[in-house]
């Protein structure tokens, strides 16, 4: 098994992206890891870690595609970067999967242009997780596809199903279509037929309100890319929101030190399921290859869990059930 890593990628490379390598092939065995970056950046910091160098090789890619750069053009005008470096060498076989904290906009667009989608697919959507209170759900779409046609959004359930049934570890996934209300005539005529393709799924739980999302009353949420970005965007608003306003209480009630570090040590551990360093990164489904995203601000940890999560998509065939699940 052989995962290649942007070295380049993130707000923090090479230094996260490395260690989150070296700490992966320390924890599985079978696995190869190719860093993909400025050769020179990444031996500098590997030269103070402790790894086996038999199956960490490196990749020179001496270009790097920024966070604001648009993603069409650094794609086409950036040949030598990481992303199109490390999708070129999946594509031809080389590797079997490819990770990066980097540009979101420039991965979809690279890996939907070098790899292209997986036969029967649409359109390839982005799947991120979003937190509930019974665990980690998937939302699908979360920003590639703005407009989506019924057919889409039921191939979106399709693949989010398999995804968090193989992926994730959830037996038998509950699958949900995001609307204006729970009964199977609301919503648009694009939602409405949608349901009617959905209904297909023998674990189709039918529509989802908003206020039933963080209650878990489904664990795949399937959208266009307008809802789930928007909902993305909000939940991951909270914590800050929520770090403002019990700032707001503790100043108010004029709270002890040891009164702070057990409210501080409590809101932790409730939050500990919805830690996103746990889930690494996020795939994108549809495209004709193994692809994964991980936030800017990945941690070698989080870098870690993408990568054993990729592993995890090609040791399961995920896109081979893929096409038999839309065929």
């Known amino acids: ?8 990628g993130g707000d923090y490379f090479p230094e996260n992206p490395v260690k989150g390598a070296v700490v992966a092939v320390k924890e599985n065995k079978d ?33 790097v595609i920024g966070m604001d750069e648009s993603p069409a053009q650094a794609v086409k005008s950036k040949t030598a ?29 690279a890996s939907a242009f070098i790899l292209g989608r997986l036969n029967g697919i649409i359109r390839p959507a982005i799947a991120t997780f979003f937190p509930t209170i019974k665990g980690m759900g ?34 038998t996934p509950r699958i949900g279509l995001l609307n204006v209300g729970e009964e199977k005539e609301k919503g648009t005529e694009t939602l409405k037929k949608t349901h009617h393709l959905l209904e297909a799924l023998p674990n189709f739980v039918g529509n989802i309100e908003g206020r039933d999302i963080l209650s878990g009353q489904a664990d795949v949420f399937v959208c266009d890319g307008v809802i ?4 993305l ?7 800050d929101a929520l770090n403002v306003l019990l700032a707001g209480v503790i100043r108010k009630k004029q709270l002890n030190t040891d009164q702070i570090t057990l409210i501080t ?63």
């Open 265 to 327: 040590s409590l809101l932790q551990e409730a939050f500990e399921p919805f830690d996103y360093q746990k889930v690494g990164g996020v795939p994108f489904l549809g495209v004709n290859g193994n692809s994964m995203v991980g936030h800017g601000g990945s941690s070698p940890e989080a870098i870690k869990n993408m990568i054993l999560n990729a592993v995890k998509m090609v040791e399961k065939d995920i896109n081979k059930k893929i096409i038999a699940s839309v065929a």
């Open 81 to 109: 970067s990481s992303i199109v470096v490390g999708l070129g060498m999946h594509q031809k076989g080389v590797i079997d999967g490819f990770v990066s904290a980097g540009n979101t906009g420039a991965l979809m667009a």
């Open 1 to 8: 098994m052989k995962i290649a890593v942007d070295a380049a």
């Open 138 to 171: 998937l939302m699908i779409d979360a920003g590639a596809n703005l407009d989506a046609k019924p057919e889409i959004l039921f191939q979106f359930g399709c693949m989010g199903n398999i995804y968090a049934r193989d992926v994730m570890g959830i037996k």
């Open 233 to 239: 965007k909000f939940g991951e608003s909270i914590p």
């Open 31 to 63: 696995l190869n890891v190719v860093l993909i970056g400025p050769e020179e950046s990444i031996l500098e910091e590997l030269k103070n870690l402790d790894y086996p160098s038999d199956r960490i090789s490196i990749q020179d890619a001496p270009q």
């Open 228 to 231: 789930g970005n928007i909902l």
